[in-house]
């Protein structure tokens, strides 16, 4: 055993005869937190990283820790000694009864005034992350600012704290109980964008020509791409309230729209909505709906089974003077099976040329030309597929689209 253990081995074992040095810490007493890291990669929980200073003796300390007023999880408390890790041992904790606190026995080969680490999980300090992007007047890229709106109603008083989120650089702040601040976080200038119209067929009106004396669009959004290209790519952009602006031209900006933006990882994308269309046109109808393949009872009176054979056609009209990027979103439910798609008469490739995203969904982004002198251009999309093992007393109008 080498002389370090034997020296705290000794000490545990002379626990009752040694003098016990008392010192006592508590979160309200700011001047004996020496740095303070407030962690906030999680958005479930603030993670609170503090350093402190402690005067302890040789042979066994008492350290009274608590926390009233203060909502911390007990059991995430932890202490770490940094100046002489190998010389100062955490031996125990305790829970006194019916306190919010708790007492750590620190055994120690020497006198020191040690810096220690003491870390815990807090409630009621939270953060809201907010986005600012303003467009360039040919709407090819954005200005992003990211900002953070960081709200503390725990209990406890920040004079100066070093704040910490998985992105972006970390800053010195300092809040106090029930107190809101907003702090610029992130800025990116000329991210590129991409305008994107979308289609979704189980949210989009199929023919607008249908309806009378209403103004029918097509949602348009900015798509962002979470990549190094585009002055991004470091780190993944949370979710949150995104406002956006175009460049008026005049040295002033006009807002286009808000969204709630979703979380982006790296080499994902991120869309903000800003507003509909009536640019692009989606004229779309079901062609063919029929039952074949029928299986029947012995007798021939009972239908059993059957698959259906079902056409969709949708026609893409661009009005606008430049090509734009149409995402179409399809839903076919049940079991089914594609038996192919073509765009103007050229099939096109599942996973090459548009994404299943899941049993149910389909994906396309189709790129239309600009109009003409003659008129709009126009793409023909086509899905012609089967429903499988249909039971019998479902009826094909089931499967009628809209």
Known sequence: MNSKANKIMAI???????????????????????????????????????E????????????????NGVSIDADSIRLQPIDHPDNVTLISVSYPPGEAALVWDIACAGDYVEKVRI?????????????????????????????????????????????????????????????????????APEVPITKVWKFDSNQQVWNPEELENQNVGIPVSYRIENKEDSNLGKFALWGGKARIYQDDGHESTIILGEDNAILAPVGEKMELYIGDSRDIVVTQKQMVLERVDEQRSNNGRTLILYNTNEEVEATLENFKDSEAVLTMVQHIDGEWEMDRCLLDGQRLTMGEDYKKKDANTLEFEITLPARTETGPAKKVLRMIYHHKNVRGNVPLERFARR
């Open 52 to 67: 402190r200073v402690l005067t302890l003796q040789e042979g066994m300390n008492k350290v009274d820790f608590s926390w």
């Open 119 to 187: 870390s815990y999980l807090l409630s009621n300090i939270d953060r809201l992350i907010t986005y600012k992007a303003v467009a360039n007047k040919a709407e090819t890229g954005v200005d992003l600012k990211s900002y953070i709106i960081l709200r503390n109603f725990s209990g406890e008083d920040f004079d100066k704290a070093r704040i910490m989120l998985d992105y972006g650089e970390s800053f010195e702040q300092g809040i106090d109980h029930e107190e809101t601040k907003q702090l610029l976080f992130l800025k």
């Open 12 to 50: 545990v074992l002379a626990i009752s005869f040694v003098t016990v040095a008392q010192a006592r810490i508590k979160l309200v007493a700011l001047p004996e937190r020496a740095a303070t890291i407030i962690r906030l990669d999680n958005p479930q929980a603030t993670l609170i990283e503090e």
